[in-house]
């Protein structure tokens, strides 16, 4: 397999509302992570951080311009790569420990990182037997309701347990936007892994329903508008409880 280099390695684009989207466009979309950039008048914020093979501070200059929190949507391998290159990095209590002390089995790296899931490998000396995800533990710690305030925008951290224990979305009011990590995407969801919870996962995808949407950016898979939103949870829970 060709070896991609680190410069080819990001790709990124504007996607409205002062929001950049990132992606690795060498690993395959399934597995590709959507890294979402929100400029803000104080600080920016950086929704979830990929597979940190190559690092987002050096070949993505949009990530330091200003001060930057580090959002985890939750603590899955492709989420939380580079996490440890920023200086504030938030997550929910209930994965507070993954993220400290993040190993291959409970970032899901086993069985999931294998040669299959790129279609160039990494630069450098990359293995994926050998790959791991750098311990980044938390700077702030929050709960459903607390919210990420970048100055003139405020996004609300609503818990969202079912894909993880401590998965959370971001909801911005002001804008109708909301980030909704890997519990509600325009693709297969998982809810399987070794901790997902089905009853937790209803209730969440019932809750963020009624939420008035008018743009959401997942965690995989292209954004789409609340139309689209509300048919894929209906039809999901209408699968899931008949």
Same mark, same amino acid.
């Given at each position: 397999?060709?070896?991609?280099?680190?410069?080819?390695?990001?790709?990124?684009?504007?996607?409205?509302?002062?929001?950049?989207?990132?992606?690795?466009?060498?690993?395959?979309?399934?597995? /590709?992570?959507?890294?979402?950039?929100?400029?803000? /008048?104080? /600080?920016?914020?950086?929704?979830?951080?990929?597979?940190?093979?190559?690092?987002?501070?050096?070949?993505?200059?949009?990530?330091?311009?200003?001060?930057?929190?580090?959002?985890?949507?939750?603590?899955?391998?492709?989420?939380?790569?580079?996490?440890?290159?920023?200086?504030?990095?938030?997550?929910?209590?209930?994965?507070?420990?993954?993220?400290?002390?993040?190993? /291959?089995?409970?970032?899901?790296?086993?069985?999931?990182?294998?040669?299959?899931?790129?279609?160039?490998?990494?630069?450098?000396?990359?293995?994926?037997?050998?790959?791991?995800?750098?311990?980044?533990?938390?700077?702030?710690?929050?709960?459903?309701?607390?919210?990420?305030?970048?100055?003139?925008?405020?996004?609300?951290?609503?818990?969202?347990?079912?894909?993880?224990?401590?998965?959370?979305?971001?909801?911005?009011?002001?804008?109708?936007?909301?980030?909704?990590?890997?519990?509600?995407?325009?693709?297969?969801?998982?809810?399987?892994?070794?901790?997902?919870?089905?009853?937790?996962?209803?209730?969440?995808?019932?809750?963020?329903?009624?939420?008035?949407?008018?743009?959401?950016?997942?965690?995989?898979?292209?954004?789409?508008?609340?139309?689209?939103?509300?048919?894929?949870?209906?039809?999901?829970?209408?699968?899931?409880?008949?």
């Amino acid at each position: 397999m060709q070896i991609a280099t680190a410069e080819t390695w990001y790709e990124t684009r504007r996607v409205g509302d002062d929001i950049t989207y990132i992606g690795e466009p060498f690993i395959k979309e399934f597995y /590709r992570c959507n890294i979402w950039h929100v400029r803000g /008048r104080d /600080r920016d914020m950086l929704v979830d951080s990929g597979m940190g093979v190559v690092s987002l501070r050096e070949y993505v200059p949009v990530v330091t311009e200003k001060t930057c929190v580090c959002v985890a949507s939750h603590t899955h391998f492709d989420h939380i790569g580079c996490h440890h290159e920023f200086e504030e990095r938030v997550v929910h209590r209930d994965e507070v420990d993954l993220l400290a002390a993040p190993t /291959r089995l409970n970032t899901l790296a086993e069985p999931y990182v294998t040669d299959d899931i790129f279609t160039k490998l990494p630069p450098g000396a990359y293995s994926s037997a050998e790959y791991a995800v750098n311990s980044a533990p938390a700077t702030r710690i929050v709960d459903d309701g607390d919210v990420i305030d970048l100055g003139d925008r405020v996004f609300e951290v609503i818990h969202t347990p079912g894909h993880s224990p401590g998965g959370i979305a971001l909801w911005e009011k002001a804008s109708g936007i909301l980030f909704s990590g890997d519990l509600v995407y325009d693709g297969p969801l998982i809810e399987d892994l070794f901790h997902s919870d089905m009853n937790d996962y209803v209730a969440s995808m019932k809750r963020l329903l009624d939420v008035p949407v008018r743009v959401v950016h997942g965690g995989h898979f292209p954004s789409y508008d609340g139309a689209r939103h509300r048919e894929i949870i209906r039809a999901w829970l209408d699968e899931k409880t008949g």
